[in-house]
């Protein structure tokens, strides 16, 4: 692996979590792949796991400036681990081409629906 590189990616994704709350797995997977070579399994699961430490380090910021609502991210955390135990079995089972074409059909979807709102935002 690369060590700059992955350095690079960890910089980039740690920003990107920060500055527009993806938690930079819209970042890391591709990198991953892409320029560290990881398989799409492989990179989803490194990047579930750098998550959690980018994740924890931008809520407990954002919740300082008073914006996290506990209440709604209590609900969902404690509801998607149930989605992340189907999702695991399914990124296992699935052809990695698959999960290459999902993930990249994700990613243009919310594309699309993040700029059709800030075009209609006033």
Same mark, same amino acid.
């Given at each position: 692996?690369? /060590?700059?590189?992955?350095? =690079?990616?960890?910089?980039?994704?740690?920003?990107?979590?920060?500055?527009?709350?993806?938690?930079?797995?819209?970042?890391?997977?591709?990198?991953?792949?892409?320029?560290?070579?990881?398989?799409?399994?492989?990179?989803?699961?490194?990047?579930?796991?750098?998550?959690?430490?980018?994740? +924890?380090?931008?809520?407990? *910021?954002?919740?300082?400036?008073?914006?996290? $609502?506990?209440?709604?991210?209590?609900?969902?955390?404690?509801?998607?681990? +149930?989605?992340?135990?189907?999702?695991?079995? =399914?990124?296992? /089972? +699935?052809?990695?081409?698959? =999960? @290459?074409?999902?993930?990249?059909?994700?990613?243009?979807?919310?594309?699309? @629906?993040?700029? *059709? *709102?800030? $075009?209609?935002?006033?």
């Amino acid at each position: 692996m690369n /060590e700059v590189m992955a350095v =690079l990616i960890c910089i980039a994704g740690g920003c990107a979590g920060g500055l527009v709350g993806v938690g930079g797995g819209v970042l890391f997977v591709p990198a991953l792949t892409i320029f560290i070579g990881l398989g799409q399994v492989e990179a989803e699961s490194t990047s579930l796991m750098m998550i959690v430490v980018v994740a +924890l380090v931008g809520a407990i *910021r954002q919740n300082g400036y008073g914006n996290v $609502r506990i209440r709604e991210a209590a609900i969902i955390g404690v509801l998607s681990p +149930l989605g992340v135990l189907v999702g695991v079995v =399914l990124s296992n /089972e +699935l052809p990695e081409r698959a =999960l @290459q074409l999902s993930f990249a059909a994700l990613a243009l979807f919310m594309a699309v @629906q993040l700029v *059709r *709102r800030a $075009r209609s935002a006033p």
